[in-house]
């Protein structure tokens, strides 16, 4: 006897990407937008790599202000993630903040325009990149990456290397991890040397002023 196929309510539906679980953020937006605090519990089950992603696009989305203060969370996000939780956690005023809905559709409609190539490119692989000990050093580096996005620099490296490394937590893809990680390490080790730089080229200046020129140094404090 040949058993009846199951009712179509008891078919289990294929898992919506994380691209998707982004874009259905829209619906969970009302007039008046949403609080990131239920935000956060619609993403949950994704844990700190869809969060991390989500706070990541508003930097790379042109026009859209406030990228350095979506810092914020990125960077204890990553920080947590470092050492070791297994659970989210943000500050009580960060959860209860209201998000506008205009801002939710640009985040949206730019992750389902521009980042859905990800999940076509994403997949297993090198998975202890993504993975155990590497994880929690690859949320080290998202976290200085962060850091970088809060100085009033151009933002669009240390958000890209950020988003690959999201989207290689969220597949398990070493390869992106990978890439995010030596992306954002060398945007960071530029911006050290830049930085040393200008104070290293200052104090040269002011010693030959002071040790050759000091008719120079006399003019200007005059």
């Given at each position: 006897?040949?058993?009846?196929?199951?009712?179509?309510?008891?078919?289990?539906?294929?898992?919506?990407?994380?691209?998707?679980?982004?874009?259905?953020?829209?619906?969970?937006?009302?007039?008046?937008?949403?609080?990131?605090?239920?935000?956060?519990?619609?993403?949950?089950?994704?844990?700190?790599?869809?969060?991390?992603?989500?706070?990541?696009?508003?930097?790379?989305?042109?026009?859209?202000?406030?990228?350095?203060?979506?810092?914020?969370?990125?960077?204890?996000?990553?920080?947590?993630?470092?050492?070791?939780?297994?659970?989210?956690?943000?500050?009580?005023?960060?959860?209860?903040?209201?998000?506008?809905?205009?801002?939710?559709?640009?985040?949206?409609?730019?992750?389902?325009?521009?980042?859905?190539?990800?999940?076509?490119?994403?997949?297993?692989?090198?998975?202890?990149?993504?993975?155990?000990?590497?994880?929690?050093?690859?949320?080290?580096?998202?976290?200085?990456?962060?850091?970088?996005?809060?100085?009033?620099?151009?933002?669009?490296?240390?958000?890209?290397?950020?988003?690959?490394?999201?989207?290689?937590?969220?597949?398990?893809?070493?390869?992106?991890?990978?890439?995010?990680?030596?992306?954002?390490?060398?945007?960071?080790?530029?911006?050290?040397?830049?930085?040393?730089?200008?104070?290293?080229?200052?104090?040269?200046?002011?010693?030959?002023?002071?040790?050759?020129?000091?008719?120079?140094g006399n003019m200007i404090g005059h």
């Amino acid at each position: 006897m040949t058993s009846a196929p199951p009712p179509a309510s008891d078919t289990q539906e294929q898992p919506a990407s994380f691209i998707d679980a982004i874009v259905s953020l829209k619906k969970v937006a009302g007039p008046d937008g949403a609080l990131i605090g239920d935000i956060v519990d619609q993403l949950d089950e994704r844990a700190f790599g869809l969060l991390i992603l989500l706070f990541a696009i508003p930097c790379l989305v042109p026009g859209l202000p406030g990228a350095q203060v979506i810092a914020i969370p990125i960077f204890l996000l990553a920080l947590q993630m470092a050492l070791g939780s297994q659970e989210v956690w943000l500050p009580k005023r960060a959860l209860e903040a209201r998000v506008k809905s205009a801002w939710i559709e640009s985040i949206a409609d730019f992750a389902d325009k521009r980042l859905r190539w990800t999940t076509v490119f994403s997949k297993p692989r090198l998975t202890f990149l993504a993975s155990g000990l590497v994880e929690r050093l690859v949320g080290a580096i998202c976290a200085v990456a962060s850091v970088t996005i809060m100085l009033p620099i151009t933002n669009t490296i240390p958000s890209l290397a950020i988003t690959l490394i999201a989207v290689g937590l969220l597949q398990t893809d070493g390869l992106f991890t990978l890439a995010g990680s030596l992306l954002g390490l060398a945007w960071s080790i530029f911006l050290v040397v830049m930085v040393w730089g200008l104070f290293a080229g200052a104090g040269f200046a002011a010693t030959l002023v002071q040790e050759h020129l000091p008719w120079l140094g006399n003019m200007i404090g005059h």
